[in-house]
């Protein structure tokens, strides 16, 4: 195993990201609610670049007795990642996809030192 310097922790801010590549590895670093979470870059899906898509909060659509969708709201608890190449969607603290329990993100260790973070792979 390699411990990998990712950088100061102010380098990544709330609810931002930087991704790094180390040899053939790519690695996201995701702040989430004053946490680091750290996912291998490759979507489960198709191997598509995961964790360079774009984060928004889990949507929520409220289904009426009709069956249709009343409004779209957000779950702003839940933080999820959207693959850019073919909408799969994750998780960022679990890793889960939603739809799909069987796919889900391959975690990466994350520890914080003196101020700076390091992923461990």
Do not use: S
Request: glycine letters at 10%; a neutral charge.
């Amino acid at each position: 195993m390699r411990t990998i310097r990712v950088g100061p922790v102010d380098d990544i801010p709330e609810r931002g990201r930087k991704v790094i590549v180390d040899k053939e590895t790519e690695i996201g670093v995701f702040r989430i609610d004053g946490e680091f979470h750290a996912w291998h870059n490759l979507c489960p899906h198709q191997g598509g670049p995961v964790c360079q898509g774009r984060l928004y909060y889990k949507v929520i659509e409220p289904v009426a007795a009709d069956g249709k969708v009343r409004a779209m709201a957000y779950d702003e608890a839940t933080t999820h990642i959207v693959c850019p190449w073919h909408g799969y969607e994750y998780n960022v603290k679990t890793g889960k996809n939603h739809g799909h329990p069987a796919l889900g993100l391959r975690r990466v260790q994350v520890q914080v030192q003196n101020g700076e973070v390091y992923v461990i792979v």
